[in-house]
């Protein structure tokens, strides 16, 4: 229960906290941007099951993949555009949430096979 409102609280209200240190005049806009990154999630609809608790999201989802985090990395150093990089901000966010949430996962089941 924890685990679920941390991951949905960093995917719709830590984004909030980034949008106002990045731009203070213009939150609104900065949120909506970084609320679309949330559209990366649409590789879980070619996965079989779509939604499966146990699965780790990194390294499994086409746009959750090592070489798709290297490309927003890679986006966030090289592009200049404030925009452009605060969707790549949004991105990195993202996938260090979707982390944080596999690590909480997995600390679970190492936790439950060593207690029993």
């Known amino acids: 229960m924890l685990q679920t409102f941390v991951h949905y609280a960093n995917h719709f209200l ?3 906290f980034i949008a ?3 731009t203070p005049k213009h939150v609104w806009k900065s949120y909506l941007v970084l609320l679309t ?4 999630d649409i590789d879980h609809l070619w996965a079989i099951p779509i939604f499966d608790p146990s699965r ?14 290297l490309v927003y990395i890679l986006i966030f150093i090289f ?7 605060l ?4 991105l990195i966010f993202h996938m260090i949430t979707d982390a944080i949430d596999c ?3 997995n600390f679970d089941c190492l936790q439950d096979y060593f207690i029993s």
């Open 14 to 16: 830590v984004i909030f």
């Open 20 to 22: 106002r240190l990045y």
């Open 37 to 40: 990154t949330m559209l990366v």
């Open 56 to 69: 780790c999201s990194i390294g499994f989802h086409t746009f959750h993949s090592e070489i798709a985090i």
């Open 79 to 85: 592009i200049k555009n404030k925009w452009v990089r």
């Open 87 to 90: 969707i790549s901000i949004g």
């Open 103 to 105: 690590i909480w996962s």
